[in-house]
């Protein structure tokens, strides 16, 4: 077969193909297997569960990919590679859980961590010259910038240091790190992977065959293995990634577009509007924008609050990427203090765009 689109591929990729196989690459519940085969023992070998879901998305940025237990198991299977005393550069804004594992390793004194706002280009050039790990996200959640992937991948580098990239956000369909030069890209399943807030899953991409032998190997050491209904369900979310992404991206330029206009709102932030400072770089590297916005009640956090428990149709819960729109006030989650109090981040999900902006309007008019 000649090589397929990504949408094609995600929906064709690892099947069985032998005669009177499933179509599905099924569950399979076992820590243990014969002796004979390839596979022993599951937490060091693999699973054909983990094993398919593995080959569509590693095919997809371009790498090989290894499954872990959820997003901060893969992050910590990266971490866990640095000696004692490396030096680690991390985005100034970088998902809370992240930041919190660099920040208290250094309190152990295992590294020493400097933070780099993601668009200062000249400040993550200069952390690759004297760095170990640069912890890159982009687009950044929850302010939604970017780093200029193409400058910094191309960067010189300290010797042995490691680029990675939080790719959740973007997802592997928007934005394949590996490309411009990254060693890791990682993803939390959790979100657009999975896409129905039913599991916890976490990917590494990592371009050199002999880094992924090295998170393999850390995967059966901390046991930090995903669970075999898990890899199943994201496998099967995967199946349907195109349009689940490309439903929630059309609803989320329709709902930015509509609160950019809004007089009790200020500060918008979505790549795919015109009016965000980075939208070219955000075309010229990404295929599609995601369904993330951020947003500010001017009137602060109670009205922020106040609007949160008034939408019907939009969850108030956390997280982000599942096929239900969730709202949320980021600066009372943990961690988040430090946000502006009336900061809103909306993940837009695949209803009926009129009716989510009908249900924001009914909010903010309460
Ligand atoms: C959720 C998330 C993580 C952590 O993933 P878990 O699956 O919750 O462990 C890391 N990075 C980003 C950007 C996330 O949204």
């Given at each position: 077969m000649e ?6 591929w995600?929906?064709k990729?690892a099947?069985p193909?032998?005669?009177g ?5 099924p569950?399979?519940?076992s820590?243990?297997f014969?002796k004979g085969a ?5 937490r060091?070998?693999?699973t054909?569960?983990?094993n398919a879901?593995?080959t569509i998305v590693g095919e997809?940025?371009g790498g090989?990919?290894v499954?872990?237990?959820?997003g901060?198991?893969?992050?910590a299977?990266?971490?866990?590679q640095?000696?004692?005393?490396s ?5 100034d804004?970088?998902y809370?859980g992240?930041?919190?594992?660099a920040?208290e390793g ?5 590294w ?7 668009a200062d280009?000249?400040?993550?050039k200069a952390?690759?010259l004297d760095s170990?790990?640069?912890?890159l996200?982009?687009?950044?959640n929850?302010?939604?910038?970017l ?5 910094i991948?191309s960067?010189?580098?300290?010797p042995?240091c490691?680029l990675a990239?939080d790719?959740?956000?973007a997802?592997?369909l928007?934005?394949q790190?590996?490309?411009?030069g990254?060693d890791?890209?990682m993803?939390s ?11 916890l899953?976490g ?5 050199d065959?002999?880094?992924?032998s090295r998170f393999r ?5 901390h046991?930090a293995t ?9 496998t099967?979310?995967l199946?349907?990634?195109?349009i689940?992404?490309e439903r929630?991206?059309t609803?989320?330029l329709k709902l930015a577009t ?6 009790a709102i200020?500060?918008?932030r979505?790549?795919?509007v015109d ?27 109670e ?12 969850s108030?819960?956390?997280?982000l ?6 709202i949320e006030?980021?600066?009372?989650q ?13 993940s837009?999900?695949i209803?009926?765009?009129?009716e989510?902006q009908?249900d ?6 309460r």
């Amino acid at each position: 077969m000649e090589k397929l689109s990504p949408e094609s591929w995600l929906v064709k990729a690892a099947r069985p193909e032998e005669p009177g196989a499933p179509l599905n690459t099924p569950i399979i519940p076992s820590s243990n297997f014969l002796k004979g085969a390839g596979i022993q023992y599951s937490r060091e070998d693999s699973t054909p569960t983990w094993n398919a879901l593995e080959t569509i998305v590693g095919e997809l940025e371009g790498g090989e990919c290894v499954a872990y237990s959820s997003g901060m198991a893969a992050a910590a299977a990266v971490f866990a590679q640095l000696a004692v005393g490396s030096k680690i550069a991390i985005a100034d804004d970088c998902y809370h859980g992240v930041t919190k594992l660099a920040a208290e390793g250094q309190a152990q004194g295992r590294w020493r961590v400097q933070r780099v706002a993601v668009a200062d280009t000249e400040g993550w050039k200069a952390a690759l010259l004297d760095s170990d790990l640069v912890w890159l996200e982009s687009p950044s959640n929850p302010l939604l910038v970017l780093a200029d992937l193409q400058a910094i991948g191309s960067a010189p580098r300290k010797p042995g240091c490691l680029l990675a990239l939080d790719n959740t956000v973007a997802t592997p369909l928007n934005q394949q790190p590996l490309k411009f030069g990254a060693d890791i890209s990682m993803h939390s399943g959790t979100k657009y992977i999975g896409g129905h807030s039913d599991l916890l899953m976490g990917l590494l991409v990592a371009k050199d065959p002999g880094l992924a032998s090295r998170f393999r190997h850390a995967r059966l050491l901390h046991g930090a293995t995903p669970g075999a209904l898990e890899a199943y369900l994201a496998t099967r979310g995967l199946r349907t990634l195109a349009i689940r992404l490309e439903r929630a991206q059309t609803n989320a330029l329709k709902l930015a577009t509509y609160l950019e206009q809004h007089p009790a709102i200020e500060n918008v932030r979505y790549p795919g509007v015109d009016s965000h400072p980075q939208h070219a770089l955000a075309r010229s590297q990404m295929n599609g924008f995601s369904g993330l916005i951020s947003f500010e009640v001017k009137a602060g956090g109670e009205a922020a609050d106040h609007l949160c428990n008034s939408t019907r149709l939009i969850s108030h819960a956390t997280s982000l990427g599942s096929v239900e729109s969730t709202i949320e006030r980021r600066s009372a989650q943990k961690g988040q203090e430090h946000l502006a109090p009336g900061l809103i981040r909306l993940s837009v999900g695949i209803e009926n765009a009129d009716e989510l902006q009908a249900d924001l309007e009914q909010a903010l008019g309460r």
